[in-house]
């Protein structure tokens, strides 16, 4: 937090011929600082129309600042909370502190250059000796603006993301979540990546603070909050796994589950990112089905689990991807694969109740994996695959 020092001790008192000089002259010091400023200072000339007319304004609002206090330097010099009144708040979003501060300092030279021709005979010392002394007040106070700024634009950030993430969980997407997402400043094109977990910790101001750092050392762009009890990260960059791996001490020891990857960014793929983050929480609440399942884990290796808390996008997913293309095949794969399954993953047995070989078998279960991309042979994607076969009979009754 910010201070304010006590007020310094008055300085010299002008005589009333030098303030009167230095008051005619307002209107030529604040033309010389916007001179000064658009040869000195680039970043200025980069602003938009609108932005460069406010720091116009804002450079006159010193220099008559400046003239104020320097008919009674008994009075604390006004601040650049007050210069900056004129303009709008999100102005402090556009000129950052250091930029603030060169507009200070081209001021201050503006005056200081014509201090001779300003001050009355003898007084040149003091006018810059009060120059000084107001520039180092009002950097002062330029520091404590921005820094209340940043909490506030941080306490703004910290609501808007929580909005985003809970419209995002819901699929509630509207021009409001675009609007939001795009206030954001989100800006990676490199894909996009749902995880969800518990927090190692409370979910205080702290924790927040440490994970949002940790986010930033770790991609590019992030959403962090809180959905329930559950810890919720939408990360956005292009090296998404080492992200994901960067940011597994965060969570809890317990199940951490990952979306599919969804290509492209925020705000323009929200519909792609609300449905991962649906598949990601659906697999969080079904991960402890999979006592065996890998930290972190696909939210798509868990569509048995899935079901069984009532993902109807699992169901469909298995059906689509299993069964369908099974019973469409002409190899009688689905039948070889109904009698592997239903024979305790015999081949032997397999074989013998399909009047077939057993090579013929494990060349058909090959089959089934190059179709479905599940192996028979492997005891978790044999599990899949049977919940995928007994869907599909219930769906063709």
Do not use: K
């Not at 986010?215 to 762009?221: E, G, I, S």
């Amino acid at each position: 937090m910010v201070t304010t020092p006590p007020a310094p001790p008055p300085g010299p008192t002008p005589t009333t011929e030098t303030q009167r000089r230095v008051r005619d002259a307002s209107g030529v010091l604040a033309g010389a600082t916007l001179r000064r400023l658009e040869q000195e200072a680039p970043w200025y000339q980069a602003l938009p129309a609108e932005d460069r007319s406010w720091v116009g304004l804002v450079a006159q609002a010193g220099i008559a600042a400046f003239v104020t206090w320097y008919d009674d330097p008994s009075q604390r010099p006004i601040g650049v909370g007050e210069i900056f009144s004129a303009a709008p708040p999100q102005l402090t979003r556009s000129v950052s502190l250091q930029q603030t501060l060169q507009l200070v300092r081209l001021a201050i030279d503006a005056v200081e250059s014509r201090a001779g021709r300003l001050a009355a005979p003898g007084e040149e010392r003091d006018l810059r000796e009060a120059l000084l002394r107001y520039s180092r007040e009002v950097a002062f106070s330029a520091a404590e603006v921005y820094a209340r700024a940043a909490e506030s634009r941080g306490a703004w950030d910290a609501r808007t993301e929580a909005l985003v993430i809970d419209a995002l969980v819901r699929d509630d997407i509207d021009d409001s979540l675009r609007s939001r997402v795009a206030a954001l400043g989100w800006s990676s094109s490199g894909g996009i990546l749902v995880m969800a977990g518990t927090s190692a910790r409370p979910f205080d101001e702290e924790a927040g603070g440490d994970l949002r750092r940790a986010v930033r050392r770790a991609t590019q762009d992030a959403l962090v909050g809180m959905h329930d009890d559950r810890l919720v990260l939408f990360l956005g960059g292009d090296d998404l796994t080492g992200a994901v791996q960067a940011l597994l001490p965060h969570f809890s020891p317990g199940p951490v589950v990952i979306g599919t990857p969804v290509v492209g960014s925020l705000p323009a793929e929200l519909a792609e990112c609300a449905r991962s983050a649906g598949e990601v929480l659906a697999g969080l609440a079904a991960a402890p089905a999979w006592a065996q399942a890998p930290r972190p884990v696909q939210a798509t290796e868990l569509l048995p689990e899935r079901v069984l808390v009532g993902d109807v996008s699992a169901r469909r997913a298995l059906v689509e991807r299993a069964y369908r293309p099974l019973a469409e095949h002409t190899g009688a794969l689905l039948e070889t694969l109904s009698a592997y399954l239903g024979t305790g993953r015999s081949l032997e047995a397999a074989a013998r109740h399909l009047y077939v070989h057993p090579n013929t078998v494990r060349y058909r279960l090959r089959r089934v994996t190059d179709v479905t991309g599940w192996d028979p042979l492997d005891a978790r994607d044999s599990y899949v695959l049977q919940t995928a076969l007994a869907l599909g009979r219930l769906d063709e009754g």
